[in-house]
């Protein structure tokens, strides 16, 4: 299997969890709307740091997605298979 | 055929297009899209969180409502606090207790109404009911209790002096 090959199923895998947890961080903000809406302010500045973290997260995820992408086009560029 | 793509065929070499790149680019794409929404939904969160934390202050204004005798037993009475935008429902309880929330449902917003024989408040809209006594929700899609509005009866006149939600 190409190096492409290889990639365009790792971003499959990648991008399932990245869609996880940003309905996670939905949830998360209807359970903060609500909590909101209740006058429950103990709720709301976990949830915001949660729904930071599974940010942070992402982003890694996404770095990761770009970095190899840039791997392969590199490698490409000096014909490396 | 190299690389899954079959030059033999006189459409392929019309539309060469490579199907493993396309959904590779794609791919990289949505990701790129789904952490941007990952990124608004932080900044929505948060502005959430600022608002519960310094949108609100708490109400303390005394606004004179009504009369105490102007209230039977099992009757009730409109009025509007803190604002002119905030109808509020004032009952003698039938145990001639006072009692005063906000009119409005917290499932959708609608005007609930007093059941005097119950001591209940009546949502028409989507047959919701709460509690007098404190307000609680009874039956039907409300889950919020009524916000209760805090009164003082000081020479015979009842007097609304804040929120408690």
Redesign the interface.
């Known amino acids: 299997m190409?190096t492409?090959?290889q990639?365009?199923v790792l971003?499959?895998g990648?991008?399932v969890l990245?869609?996880t947890?940003?309905i996670i961080?939905?949830w998360?903000?209807t359970a903060?709307?609500e909590?909101?809406?209740?006058?429950d302010?103990g709720v709301?500045?976990p949830?915001?740091l949660s729904?930071?973290v599974?940010?942070l997260i992402?982003?890694g995820?996404?770095w990761y997605?770009?970095s190899f992408?840039r791997r392969v086009r590199r490698d490409e560029g000096r014909g490396v298979e | 055929m190299a690389?899954g793509v079959d030059n033999s065929e006189q459409w392929r070499e019309d539309f060469p297009v490579r199907w493993?790149?396309d959904?590779?680019l794609t791919?990289?794409e949505?990701?790129?899209f789904?952490?941007l929404?990952?990124?608004l939904?932080?900044g929505?969160?948060?502005a959430?969180?600022a608002?519960?934390?310094f949108g609100?202050q708490e109400i303390r204004a005394r606004q004179w409502i009504a009369s105490a005798a102007a209230l039977q037993p099992s009757g009730s009475l409109l009025f509007r606090y803190p604002t002119s935008d905030d109808p509020c429902i004032l009952v003698r309880t039938a145990a001639g207790e006072l009692k005063a929330y906000s009119q409005v449902c917290?499932h959708l917003s609608c005007a609930v109404r007093h059941v005097p024989d119950k001591d209940e408040f009546f949502c028409p809209c989507h047959r919701g009911f709460f509690a007098v006594a404190d307000g609680r929700p009874l039956a039907g899609p409300p889950t919020?209790r009524l916000p209760r509005i805090l009164l003082e009866e000081r020479d015979g006149d009842v007097y609304a002096v804040g929120v408690e939600?």
Do not use: M, P
């Open positions: 190409e492409r090959q990639g365009a971003f499959s990648i991008l990245i869609g947890l940003v961080q939905l998360l903000l903060a709307l909590a909101l809406l209740a006058r302010a709301l500045l949830a915001t729904s930071l599974l940010f992402n982003a995820l996404l997605v770009v992408d | 690389d493993d790149v959904h590779y791919r990289r949505l990701a790129k789904l952490t929404g990952s990124a939904l932080v929505a969160t948060g959430i969180a608002i519960g934390r609100f917290t919020r939600v």
